[in-house]
C-alpha cells in the first residue's frame, strides 16, 4: 500500500520545502502536462530534473503529453524513478516502456476513464505498474470516478494472473472517503493531489491515507 501525494496540489512557489512536507509518502507524484494531450499546462524536463536532485522521496512523473514515445526515457534521465505515458498517446508503447527502463526507471502505462484496458493487456508484460484514472486527466480537485473500478479490478486479475508483480495504481479523487473502494476493487498505489496538500499536516494526511488503505485490504 504506497501512497503517491501530487504535488500538483502544492505550492509551485516552493516546491523543495512542498517535498519535504511528503518526506513519509511513498513517492511524490508529479504531473506533467503539455496543453495539448489535456488542456492544461505544468512543468517538464527541467524542473524535474531540480525536483530529483532535493526530493526525499523518488519521483512517480505522470505524463500527460502528445509524443511521449519520444520524451519518455529523458524523465527517466533526469532522475524520475518511475514513469508513466498514456496509451491514448503513445503510437509505440513496447518501445516507449523498453527506453524507460533501459534508462534505469519502473515503465507504466495509464488509461483514461473512456479507455478500456483489454486492448492492452498483452503490454503487461513491458511494464512495472498500470494506472487507471479516476477523473479525466488535466486538472486537481476532481469527483473520484466510481464507475472506474471495474476496470480496476479487471486490471488486477489479470496481474495476478501474471503472478501479482505489477502494481495497480489510481489517480484522481482520492481521499480518506475514497481509498477504501480503491483497495477493495485491487489498487495498491494511490495517488493523492488534493487530500494530502489540503491539509494542514500533509504528512499525517500520508499516514492516515495509508492506515486506511492498511484496513481495507483483504
Ligand atoms: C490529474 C492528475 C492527478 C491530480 C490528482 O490529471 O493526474 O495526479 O493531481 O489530484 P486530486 O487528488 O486532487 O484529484
Ligand atoms: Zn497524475
Given at each position: 500500500m504506497q501512497i503517491c501525494p501530487s504535488i500538483l496540489s502544492a505550492d509551485f512557489a516552493n516546491l523543495e520545502r512542498e517535498l519535504h512536507r511528503i518526506a513519509e509518502a511513498d513517492w511524490a507524484h508529479v504531473d506533467v502536462m503539455d496543453g495539448?494531450?489535456?488542456?492544461?499546462?505544468?512543468?517538464?524536463?527541467?524542473?524535474?530534473?531540480?525536483?530529483?536532485?532535493?526530493?526525499?522521496?523518488?519521483?512517480?512523473?505522470?505524463?500527460?503529453?502528445?509524443?511521449?514515445?519520444?520524451?519518455?526515457?529523458?524523465?527517466?534521465?533526469?532522475?524520475?524513478?518511475?514513469?508513466?505515458?498514456?496509451?491514448?498517446?503513445?503510437?509505440?508503447?513496447?518501445?516507449?516502456?523498453?527506453?524507460?527502463?533501459?534508462?534505469?526507471?519502473?515503465?507504466?502505462?495509464?488509461?483514461?476513464?473512456?479507455?478500456?484496458?483489454a486492448p492492452y493487456a498483452d503490454l503487461l508484460a513491458e511494464v512495472d505498474m498500470v494506472l487507471v484514472m479516476t477523473v479525466e486527466p488535466g486538472f486537481g480537485g476532481q469527483s473520484f470516478m466510481d464507475d472506474q473500478m471495474a476496470k480496476v479490478r479487471e486490471v488486477r486479475q489479470a496481474v495476478e494472473r501474471r503472478g501479482g508483480q505489477i502494481w495497480v495504481q489510481v489517480d484522481g479523487g482520492v481521499s480518506a472517503d475514497t481509498i477504501g473502494r480503491c483497495v477493495e476493487a485491487?489498487?495498491?498505489?494511490?495517488?493523492?493531489?488534493?487530500?494530502?496538500?489540503?491539509?494542514?499536516?500533509?504528512?499525517?494526511?500520508?499516514?492516515?491515507?495509508?492506515?486506511?488503505?492498511?484496513?481495507?485490504?483483504?
Open positions: 495539448h494531450f489535456v488542456p492544461n499546462l505544468t512543468l517538464g524536463l527541467p524542473v524535474v530534473e531540480a525536483l530529483a536532485r532535493v526530493s526525499p522521496v523518488p519521483l512517480d512523473c505522470h505524463l500527460m503529453i502528445d509524443d511521449p514515445d519520444r520524451w519518455a526515457a529523458g524523465y527517466a534521465e533526469a532522475g524520475a524513478a518511475s514513469v508513466t505515458f498514456h496509451v491514448e498517446a503513445v503510437r509505440d508503447a513496447v518501445a516507449t516502456a523498453r527506453s524507460v527502463r533501459a534508462a534505469g526507471a519502473r515503465a507504466a502505462f495509464a488509461l483514461k476513464p473512456g479507455t478500456p484496458f485491487g489498487a495498491d498505489v494511490f495517488v493523492a493531489g488534493s487530500a494530502v496538500y489540503g491539509a494542514e499536516d500533509a504528512g499525517a494526511q500520508v499516514r492516515a491515507l495509508r492506515d486506511l488503505a492498511a484496513g481495507h485490504r483483504h
